[in-house]
């Protein structure tokens, strides 16, 4: 019987889902090694958000516009960064920011494009699903019926890049429990890597 998490949307070139990307014990080492590290309240243009962050390899600060070296991706993400990187057929070391978002009940994302600096993104969500939403940026084009709402199940991995990175926004709605995602994003000047 097919369910709402096996039909998919007609998504924007450049995004798509892949669901069960990774195993049940992949999962469940990543949250044991995030449960290992500081995580941080998400300040964002002065406003605390819900969610607690911790980010590796490329910050980008939001108050200068700037993206700047921060701390070494720690190796114990490495087997994540191969995996994904296989995927989409690129070099694992393309991967430049690895950022871990851990999201508490309620928590949002509101609508949004990543930072300027940052090409294709690539996110793992662990411990429970969430509600994922596109809409065009074009402001002329935002209308309830341009809202693409899809459930991205545990475990699964979406990329953005192309036409749905510079084209299209995302959010997340409340989350109802628990969440985690490790975000992987590479460089617009450094594909060639």
């Known amino acids: 019987m ?5 039909v998919q949307p007609a998504f924007p070139p450049g995004f798509s889902y892949h669901p069960d990307f990774i195993t049940e014990q992949e999962e469940s080492d990543l949250c044991a090694k ?3 590290i500081e995580l941080n309240n998400m300040i964002f243009q002065g406003f605390e958000a819900k969610r607690k962050t ?3 390899g490329y910050d980008y600060s939001f108050d200068k516009r700037k993206v700047s070296k921060g701390k070494e991706i720690p190796q114990i993400f490495d087997f994540l960064i191969e995996k994904v990187a296989r995927h989409l057929s690129i070099k694992p070391l393309v991967f430049e920011e690895l950022l871990i ?3 508490p009940p309620g928590s949002v994302i509101n609508w949004h494009r990543d930072a300027p600096p940052f090409d294709i993104i690539a996110g793992i969500s662990l411990l429970s699903d969430c509600v994922f939403r596109l809409r065009p940026h074009e402001k002329a084009k935002q209308n309830r019926s341009n809202i693409i709402s899809f459930p991205v199940r545990r475990r699964s991995l979406y990329i953005i890049s192309g036409e749905a990175r510079s084209e299209w926004q995302h959010s997340i709605a409340p989350v109802k429990e628990t ?3 490790v975000t992987l994003r590479t460089l617009r000047d450094k594909l060639t890597g």
Not at 2 to 6: G, M, P, R, V
């Open 2 to 6: 097919q369910t709402l998490f096996d």
């Open 34 to 36: 995030i449960q290992g």
């Open 54 to 56: 911790a980010s590796f």
């Open 101 to 103: 978002t851990e999201y």
């Open 179 to 181: 969440r985690y995602s």
